[in-house]
């Protein structure tokens, strides 16, 4: 309900119900309950819930019991099939029109229950994936600390399901759906400042459906849908040109489909349909479950014999503490992760199963491995000997890093007598990584580290990246640190491991954020940085709320902070590095919201003069690549300053280009401030709750930036250098193009060039550029 009549107010009416009155008296709405007298009272109690009682003490109503756009902890979402009741959570219209919006978050009917985003209540948006009794197993972020404040109650008598919350950690947390469709878990510590523990759609594959029936989503990837084994593209046409909604259909028919009227018996091994296997999923949509820990027969092979005895089962998923689910409609909606996730059985004919095949690529695999990491093994062997005639150091707590058969990095203390002399931890490290610099590095213990994170609480995290979490911790002497923590089983590994490392300790620039040191420990690698006290850019400036702390002068100030320390990268430092992950989430924000770029994983130096390569590793955040980038795998400096242009459009904005889309016009978030700025409409790009607070000539500046930046053609965009005169001088600079590639199209890769010579500005400052493509 919209309501905006500044003399309303709300009271108890003489009929003891709550009632809100406009300025002429009227009732504009009512609690509308049978109250016996009226001496009722109204109270807010500690947990946020607004409750009505009667002068029994007897509760008459509760706001709890009538949900908006936020769910506090122990508060129902759910319904009751006998009464007809169900709580489900409702987005505003916009972020200043409070009626009813068009996004529902509620739980699904089926068992076991998953949590839906519903748009106009019935499309699906997001889903969880099937509640297992202490998680949603399609959000594999619920740690074992995390879940732990979940429940689901699902009364089958009683025909009702209630799903709630609760952090004992936390005295204040409130889980909300804005009026965009975003789902956002929010915490606060001890009341102080809130910070964005966990949001949803976060990527172009956390929305429903995004690679279509028997379609696989991986956010990774460049192309981030593929066909299950034994698919195809529906249509090729769609495919290729990025709309894979459409889905895929199977390749060959399948035993069961050839002929209804064979029975079981006349199946044999040269004939019979299989399963083959995927993993970490978040399974498909529309399951059924057929067999649960309760039941005798409950093994994963009596799920295998469940499904193949049925020609409707397309596929079937054994998981831990929910039992056997399969599926007979269209496989939808499966996500594949970098950790976590359950593995999927999808049903396919024999002659799609290729059976040994993989057996002998995979021994022969194993025999090189082997004898690769026996040479490894002896050549490291005699270096350690070598390394051991060296200096030795008198130390306490001192690491010993070796690296074991299976690549893991093994960590022991070794003590002769009261001193330990061995080895200095540097020295061991510089065994793993190499010859370089490390003298501004430090080691530090584990134990440290466990202390000053409370052994990596839940009320320490940070946040979530693609290295694995971030930890806020507290050493000793009471400096602030933040801990990043890789993840087993991380899209990251060694390499970004190494490269952050080695990157960061050898730059030092303002806008670029400091490491401290490092920590190995068996499977445990751990990163130590300065701490961000305001945390990354995107938990202000996607925010409803936080984001109106980012008046103009603070967007405009980040914007030249991350330039400059862009050409820090590409021109000012002795190493020219490329960072290849530039976005919202990787710049910090410091005491004094200053920006400092972070996350160098993934980063790249480039030898010399050299000023374009390629990998086939195609590594990033999709919305942020460059086409060339994303297409065909090549970067430079350019690649970085497409991300950069995206970068301060979605400042601008406070809208997010991975997920905006005019779907009337079929305009994605580039194009569509292209248009704005083509028609003389700049500002209206501005985020509204800038109010008319800016500068309309470096607003309309940095759109035009933004938008010379984002361009197709790499040899088009500004170097980092035209970029941070243009910011700070007035020029006058040449049209943009309009951005084709977008998130909806793809990329037509243009002729190569050896050379391209360009002039940007037409001022009397004019600047020539000679680079590759």
Request: proline share 3%.
């Amino acid at each position: 309900m919209k309501f905006s009549d500044t003399l309303a107010s709300l009271r108890i009416g003489s009929n003891g119900n709550l009632e809100l009155i406009d300025g002429e008296q009227n009732s504009v709405w009512s609690t509308n309950i049978s109250a016996s007298s009226n001496s009722s009272s109204a109270v807010i109690l500690d947990t946020g819930n607004f409750v009505l009682r009667d002068d029994a003490g007897v509760d008459l109503w509760e706001s709890f019991n009538f949900p908006c756009d936020t769910l506090l902890p122990s508060q129902l979402l759910g319904y009751d099939s006998k009464s007809g009741k169900r709580q489900f959570l409702t987005s505003w219209k916009s972020e200043s029109d409070p009626s009813t919006g068009k996004y529902l978050v509620g739980l699904s009917p089926q068992t076991p229950s998953q949590v839906f985003i519903w748009i106009n209540g019935s499309t699906p948006h997001w889903r969880s994936g099937p509640w297992d009794k202490s998680k949603f197993i399609g959000v594999p972020s619920m740690d074992d600390r995390y879940r732990s404040g979940f429940s689901l109650d699902d009364n089958v008598i009683k025909g009702s399901k209630h799903f709630s919350y609760s952090f004992f950690d936390y005295t204040i947390s409130y889980f909300s759906i804005s009026s965009e469709g975003i789902a956002d878990l929010m915490l606060s510590e001890s009341g102080k400042n809130w910070f964005l523990n966990w949001e949803t759609p976060y990527n172009p594959c956390d929305n429903y459906g995004a690679c279509g029936p028997f379609g696989v989503c991986k956010a990774s990837e460049s192309h981030i849908c593929k066909c299950l084994k034994g698919y195809v593209p529906k249509s090729d046409d769609e495919w290729s040109n990025g709309n894979w909604t459409g889905g895929c259909v199977r390749q060959t028919k399948l035993f069961c489909d050839s002929d209804t009227s064979k029975s079981v018996s006349t199946r044999t091994k040269e004939n019979d349909d299989g399963f083959w296997k995927i993993i970490r999923l978040k399974v498909p949509d529309s399951h059924e479950l057929v067999l649960t820990p309760l039941d005798a027969e409950n093994t994963p092979d009596d799920c295998k014999i469940r499904c193949l005895n049925n020609c409707s089962c397309l596929a079937y998923a054994f998981v831990n503490k929910i039992g056997c689910l399969v599926w007979s409609k269209d496989l939808i909606d499966i996500q594949q992760f970098s950790s976590g996730g359950d593995d999927l059985y999808v049903r396919l004919a024999h002659a799609e199963l290729g059976e040994g095949k993989p057996i002998k690529l995979t021994a022969s695999l194993i025999a090189v491995c082997s004898v690769s990491i026996l040479v490894a093994i002896v050549f490291g062997w005699h270096r350690l000997r070598a390394n051991r005639k060296s200096k030795r150091i008198r130390c306490e707590g001192c690491l010993k890093i070796t690296v074991t058969e299976s690549g893991h990095i093994k960590t022991t203390q070794q003590h002769f007598g009261s001193t330990n002399t061995f080895q200095s931890s540097r020295d061991a490290l510089r065994e793993y990584i190499g010859k370089h610099d490390l003298s501004e590095l430090l080691i530090y213990d584990f134990d440290t580290i466990l202390i000053a994170t409370k052994n990596f609480s839940i009320i320490n995290k940070l946040g979530q990246g693609g290295f694995g979490p971030v930890y806020k911790g507290m050493l000793e002497e009471g400096k602030e640190i933040a801990v990043k923590r890789l993840s087993s089983s991380s899209g990251q590994g060694i390499d970004e491991f190494k490269n952050e490392m080695l990157l960061i300790s050898n730059l030092q620039h303002k806008n670029l954020v400091r490491i401290m040191g490092c920590c190995i420990k068996e499977d445990e690698k751990l990163l130590i940085y300065e701490f961000m006290p305001n945390k990354s850019l995107d938990t202000f400036l996607f925010d409803p709320t936080r984001r109106a702390v980012l008046d103009w002068d603070r967007r405009f100030n980040i914007i030249q902070g991350v330039a400059r320390g862009l050409l820090y990268l590409h021109h000012d430092s002795y190493l020219k590095v490329i960072h290849r992950d530039l976005k919202v989430s990787n710049i910090l924000l410091d005491e004094k919201m200053n920006p400092k770029i972070s996350d160098f994983g993934l980063a790249r130096i480039v030898e010399g003069t050299l000023n374009l390569e390629s990998t086939l590793k195609v590594v990033g955040t999709r919305g942020y690549m460059s086409p060339e980038y994303a297409m065909a795998g090549i970067f430079s400096e350019k690649s970085d300053v497409y991300s950069f242009g995206v970068l301060i459009l979605e400042i601008i904005s406070s809208k997010k280009n991975t997920s905006f889309c005019l779907y009337d016009q079929q305009l994605g978030f580039l194009a569509y401030a292209w248009n704005l700025w083509n028609e003389g409409r700049g500002l209206e790009l501005v985020d509204e709750v800038l109010g008319d607070s800016y500068s309309s000539s470096q607003v309309m500046k940095c759109v035009h930036i933004g938008l010379l930046c984002v361009q197709d053609s790499a040899a088009d965009r500004p170097t980092m250098g035209d970029i941070v005169l243009m910011l700070s001088s007035d020029t006058d600079c040449p049209k943009p193009k309009l951005p084709v590639f977008t998130i909806q199209n793809t990329f037509s890769h243009p002729q190569p060039q050896l050379q391209y010579e360009k002039t940007f500005c037409t001022n009397e400052a004019t600047i020539t550029v000679i680079e590759g493509r």
